[in-house]
């Protein structure tokens, strides 16, 4: 019987990693899931997957990629325990929303570490090992936010841009040793991480960019509504793993392909352009001095004043009023039964 292929994944315990972690195992892979908290998140592990305590095919690594001594301390484990890993994927990541203005340079200083500084530690821990086995491939979770700069998000977008050019470079100095790169742009799928509660919020809905948080904030729920359950990830996992190419780039979920696609097609001030509309983001210098840009319905609102004569619109004030109240009254009555 041949030796299963050992692959490392860090962000185990949850979402896209905990999904990996099981199809992976599933899949006949030898899993080092890693993780801050092993106690507690291995018997959920070994449960989905039906693993024993003794199953040499699911292993757990204490890491935490913000602390040096932690990554070090599980490196050396890895090695030790199960030697070069085949596959490496650097899937664990925190989420944060806020205008540069508003974010802290302390949630800069985290989402870098989280992101970049930890796996390229990490990976700087195994590449020698990895390097003379002569094979092997690093797979990079990114995400629509490392493909274009994304307003709102700025440390997130700028750490995972980071992270896919880390890769791009690293691609080129280790592919002659056998080894490959993939980057997976990760689309929309139903995990913590795009929860309020899995988020880091340092958005003011009073200051300036209020306007601009209001409409982004409808529109992101209205996409959120869109994820994919986090197992339908694991395909584009399975197929990064396989990849031969020394470098690549690929998009998970039908949003993220679309995206790739249309990066490659439009000039960078057409995708800014297209961005911002999605988004609901006024036009460049709209908020100028303070101004309150309206909204569309506003702006409508403001046109048929002009056209329609003053007794129609005060009529249609009137009737606007009564139906308010009695839907509101309505549902009062619902409200009291
Ligand atoms: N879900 C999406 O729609 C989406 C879209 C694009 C990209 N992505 C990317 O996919 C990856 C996985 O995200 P997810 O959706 O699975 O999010 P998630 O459910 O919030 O899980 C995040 C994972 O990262 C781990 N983690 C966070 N900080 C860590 C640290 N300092 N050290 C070690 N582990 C840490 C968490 O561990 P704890 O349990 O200990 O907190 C958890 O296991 C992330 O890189 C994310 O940016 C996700």
Redesign the pocket.
Known sequence: MTEPRTVLI?????????ASTVRLYREGWRVVA????PDH?MPVLREATGAGEHDDRLISVQ????DAASIAAAAKSVLETVGAPYGVVH?????AAGVVEEAEISLWQRMF???VM?PVALTKALLPSMRQAGRGRIVL?????GVRGQPAIAP?SAA?GALERWGESMAGEIAPFGLGVTVLV?????????TDA?TTDDRDFTGPYARIHNTMDTRGRFAMRL?RP?ERFTDGLLKALEDTASFRRRGVGPDASMLLVSNRMLPAAAMHHVSRVVMGIPRHGAMRDGAWPLTTPQRAMVAAAKVVPQPVLMRLATLATRFSRSSQSERQGEDDD
């Open positions: 860090t962000g185990a315990s949850r979402g896209l990693g905990f890693a993780m801050r908290t998140a890491l935490d990629l913000t899937n664990a990541g925190i989420s570490a989280t992101h930890g979770v990114s995400s629509a936010g997130y995972k990760t689309g929309t799928y139903d995990t913590d991480i795009i899995g994820a986090p």
